[in-house]
DNA sequence: TGTTAGCACTCCAAAGTAACGAGTGCTAAC
DNA sequence: GTTAGCACTCGTTACTTTGGAGTGCTAACA
C-alpha cells in the first residue's frame, strides 16, 4: 500500500491528538479537523490502510488508534528538520555560572526538566583530549602529597598520594619542574610509554611517585567508569498516566536515581568528536537500550564546548512525547553550550 | 486514668503488629499474643481506654485500631535505650574509600537504603571549626590564578580568582609565602578583621588578591547555604501503600531530588559540636518541620569526625516504621564514622 | 470509483447492588 | 475482673447494569 498525502495528513492529525490527550483517537475526532473535508466513515476507512500498514493500532476492538512505535518513527523522522526554538533564559545560567561545571550542569538540567515537563540529564563532558595545562605538586604532611591538576579547559582535579617516606621541599620542587615541562600541553593519549619511561629515568629514586603521579592524572582526567550525570525532573512520570502506575513509575525513578544505568543512553557517537554538534538521537518505545524504559521514548544530543570537553544532553518522557518541542529545545541548548567555551 | 503494665504491654503488641502489616489491628489478633492470656473482650475494654488516652485510634467505626502520633511517640521514648545493632559492612566501605568523601557518603546512604528499606540522607561534614593546614596559589594564565585550600582534615577546596592585571611567578611565591605564615593553623572564626588588615597591609599593592583569597577561603570552607547533602532510596516509599499514591509519593521523591528542603531535617543541634555524637532526633508525623512529611517519621542521628567536621545522617518513612532497628543501624553508623578519622 | 449515511455490534468505564466478614460495643453470666 | 454471646457497623470485593464512544460493513449517492 501506497503513504499518499492524504493518510499522511490523517496519521499526523492522530498522533498530534494523541500527543495532548493520551486518549485513543476516534474517526469521528480527526473528521472535525479543519485541513480535512472528510466524513468519519471515510477516516475510517483510511484508519483501517494506515492499521495494516503498521502506523496505528487500537488498545481493543472497539477503541480509537493510537500510534504504533512505527507510527512515531514515521512522525519523527519527517519533523525532524527545521524548528530553532529560542531559550534565552538559559543564556543568563551560563554566564552567571561559568566557573562552576558541576553547578552549570545541574541548572540546565533543572531549567530542562522545568521547561519540558519530562525527565531530563546531561553527562559531565569527559575531558578525552583535553590537553594538561599544569601538575602542582604540594607536600602536606610526612606521608601524603598533594597533586592538583588543571586541564587547558580550566577544569581542576585533586589526587591525595600517599608516600612510603616523606619528601623534602626540594625534591617536590624539583618533581613539579619536571613533571609540567614533559607533560605541559599534552593531550592523555599522547602520554605514552615512552613518555613515561624517560620521565621516570629523570625522576630516578622517586619514579614511584612520578608514576602514581601519572596514574592520578589519568584517572582524574578520564574516568571512563564513571561518568558525572545529573539529572532533574524525575517525578515528572507522574504527570502520564501511562508511566504513573507505581511499578513503572517506581522503576522509572529508581534508574534516575541511580544515574549508571542512564550511560547507556549517552554514549557518545562517533559523530560527536567530529565536532558534528547536536545531532540528535531519537529512541522510541522498544527502541531504547533500557529495559525499564520500553513504554518511553528518549531523545539526546550532544554538545561539544571545545577543547575535547564534549557530552549529550537528554529528555525521557511518555512515547507520546512532544517531538517537535524537545527537538527544538535540545537543538538550541546544545548550540548555546557550543558558544559557551569557544569564544 | 493509669498506663499500667498491662496496658503497656498490649500498645507494644498493637504498635508491632501494625509496624509489620500495615492493616488496622483487632482485638482477636492481639488476644492470641504469647505473653498476654486475655479474652479478645478483654483486650477491647483496654483499647477502649487506650483510644480515650490518645495512643491508638480507630479510621473507621468497625475497623481495628491503629498507633496514633502520642503512640508512637511513647513507644519510641520507652524503647530508645540499648540497641547495638551490628553494622560491619560498613567499615569495609569505609577503609576503602577514605580518601573520597563524596564517594564515602554516597556509599553510607546506599548502604543504609539497601538494609533499611527507607529513604535515607547524609550531610556532608561542615566545617566550621577546621584549621587551615596550607594554601596554594599558582599562576593558570594572564587573568586567572588558582587557589587550592587544605584543611587539617584533608579537605581539599579550589577556587578560580579572576585579575585584572597579570601577577609574576615572584609576587605569587611571596603571596603564598605571606598567606601561609598568617593562617596557618587558624580557623575561619580566629580569622578576624585585625588578621585581615595586617595582611593586606604587609601585600601591599596586592591586597585585592589577598583580599579575594580570603573570600574564597571564607566561601570554600563553610558554605552555609549549601551544604551538600547526599539521599538513597526514594523509592523505596512505594513500598509502603500509606505513602504510594502518585500524589504523595510524587512530592516524597520530588524533596528528596531537590535535596534542600531535607536540610531542615538536618540541622545540627547544639549537641553536636558538644562532640555528644549519636544524639538522635525522632520526627513523628506533624512533628516533622517539612509539610510533605506530614505522613512520614525521621530519624536522624549526629556524627562527628573530630576536627571540626560534623553532620547528621537520617531515615525517612512510614510512620510505621521499625524505630528499633532504625535506631540501632543508626547508633553504629554514628559511631563508626566517628572513629574513622579520628584516631 | 470514491465518498457518505446508517446501522448493528463490541467493549470499556462508571455506577449501582449485594454479600461478606472483620471488628466493635454492650450486656449478662461466670 | 473476665469472658461469651450477640447485634450492629462499615469497608472491601465481586458481580451486574447501563451508557456511550467507536468500529466495520452495507447500500446509496455523486
Known amino acids: 500500500m501506497q503513504m499518499d498525502e492524504r493518510k499522511w495528513t490523517i496519521l499526523k492529525a492522530i498522533i498530534k491528538t494523541y500527543l495532548e490527550t493520551g486518549e485513543p483517537v476516534g474517526s469521528r475526532t480527526i473528521s472535525k479537523f479543519p485541513d480535512l473535508n472528510l466524513s468519519s466513515a471515510t477516516i475510517r476507512n483510511e ?10 493500532l487500537q488498545p481493543h476492538t472497539s477503541a480509537g488508534r493510537i500510534p504504533s512505535d512505527a507510527g512515531y518513527r514515521l512522525y519523527v523522522d519527517r519533523m525532524m528538520e527545521e524548528k530553532e526554538q529560542e531559550v534565552t533564559e538559559i543564556r543568563d545560567l551560563m554566564v552567571q555560572r561559568q566557573d562552576r561545571m558541576e553547578l552549570l550542569l545541574k541548572q540546565v538540567v533543572k531549567f530542562l526538566a522545568a521547561n519540558t515537563n519530562y525527565a531530563t540529564m546531561i553527562t559531565g563532558p569527559r575531558l578525552h583530549q583535553t590537553r594538561l595545562k599544569f601538575i602542582q605538586l604540594s607536600v602536606v604532611d610526612d606521608s601524603q602529597i598533594l597533586a592538583v591538576i588543571v586541564t587547558e579547559t580550566n577544569v581542576v582535579k585533586n589526587r591525595m598520594i600517599r608516600l612510603e617516606h616523606g619528601l623534602d621541599r626540594d625534591t617536590v620542587l624539583r618533581l613539579n619542574l619536571l613533571l609540567n615541562t614533559s607533560l605541559n600541553g599534552l593531550t592523555i593519549e599522547q602520554i605514552n610509554l615512552s613518555t613515561i619511561s624517560k620521565l621516570k629515568e629523570e625522576a630516578g629514586i622517586h619514579s614511584d611517585v612520578v608514576s602514581q603521579v601519572l596514574d592520578a592524572v589519568a584517572e582524574a582526567i578520564s574516568r571512563e567508569e564513571d561518568v558525572e550525570i ?8 507522574f504527570k502520564y498516566p501511562e508511566l504513573s502506575d507505581t511499578e513503572k513509575a517506581s522503576e ?22 567530529d565536532g558534528e554538534n547536536g545531532n540528535i538521537q531519537v529512541y522510541i518505545g522498544q527502541e531504547t537500550p533500557l529495559d525499564t524504559m520500553k513504554d518511553c521514548s528518549v531523545v539526546t544530543a550532544s554538545y561539544d564546548m571545545g577543547g575535547g570537553m564534549y557530552g549529550r544532553v537528554g529528555i ?11 527537538v527544538g529545545i ?14
Open 252 to 273: 522509572l525513578i529508581s534508574t534516575f536515581e541511580e544515574k549508571h544505568p542512564l550511560a547507556s543512553l549517552m554514549l557518545p557517537s562517533e559523530k560527536d568528536a
Open 230 to 237: 545529573y539529572t532533574s525532573g524525575a517525578t515528572n512520570f
Open 330 to 343: 535540545l537543538k538550541n541548548l546544545t548550540q548555546q553550550l557550543d558558544e559557551l567555551y569557544k569564544k
Open 316 to 326: 525521557v518522557g511518555p512515547k507520546r512525547m512532544d517531538y517537535d518541542k524537545v
Open 47 to 56: 484508519m483501517s490502510d494506515l492499521e495494516e500498514m503498521g502506523y496505528i
